[in-house]
């Protein structure tokens, strides 16, 4: 049990600080990002927990997740993610791609693979080869790349909030324990805000 007042997770030992903040998308929320692999069994084992706290947050928190590249296949998985987003069939994709990857052990090694596998949700092998290597599924792919480089993960996943604050899973205690520090964050950054609008 903890004294009053005192705080429950501290700087360098459950969240590291950016040594460079962030810009965030949205200046008048507080940013919650997740950074995932397709290839990452944590990621995969985290998944459901996660996508149910960003369910719960609150209006003025802006939750999203975005596929961490930092080698050629997570480049190969970002184009995946990036693509079934632009083709409007992430519902379809996202869960079976994680599952076929990690629990299946499926070889997706390539756009021949991914093609295949899209395939089979009912996507035209067409129109997923044009929005595969389309300029704006590249861009997003580089953005993630770079947003990687700014972030700079121990690895994934891993929660950055508002730009400042990275949580990864060995200093947090595990994956749960993300998510506390994750809502001490973002109720720390409600706070400041509240207090600079005052």
Not at 78 to 84: E, G, L, Q
Request: aromatic share 12%; charged share 30%; glycine share 6%.
């Amino acid at each position: 049990m903890q004294a009053d007042g005192a705080v429950p997770y501290i700087e360098g030992e459950h969240y590291t600080v950016l040594d460079k903040p962030v810009l965030t998308r949205d200046s008048n929320k507080i940013e919650v990002v997740e950074m995932f692999s397709y290839g990452c069994p944590h990621c995969y084992a985290f998944e459901a927990d996660v996508k149910n706290w960003g369910e719960q947050q609150a209006d003025d928190v802006d939750f999203w997740f975005f596929p961490a590249v930092w080698n050629e296949s997570m480049k190969l998985y970002a184009k995946a993610f990036y693509t079934a987003h632009e083709l409007n069939v992430e519902d379809k994709i996202h869960q079976p791609l994680f599952h076929a990857i990690v629990v299946e052990q499926k070889s997706i090694k390539d756009e021949k693979d991914l093609a295949t596998f899209f395939s089979s949700y009912g996507v035209d092998n067409k129109m997923f080869e044009e929005t595969f290597n389309s300029e704006k599924v590249k861009h997003q792919a580089r953005q993630a790349e770079q947003r990687v480089l700014d972030y700079r993960p121990v690895g994934v996943p891993e929660i950055v909030v508002n730009g400042k604050y990275r949580i990864g899973r060995m200093r947090a205690g595990g994956m749960k324990e993300m998510l506390a520090v994750a809502d001490y964050l973002v109720n720390k950054e409600r706070t400041r805000l509240i207090n600079e609008s005052r």
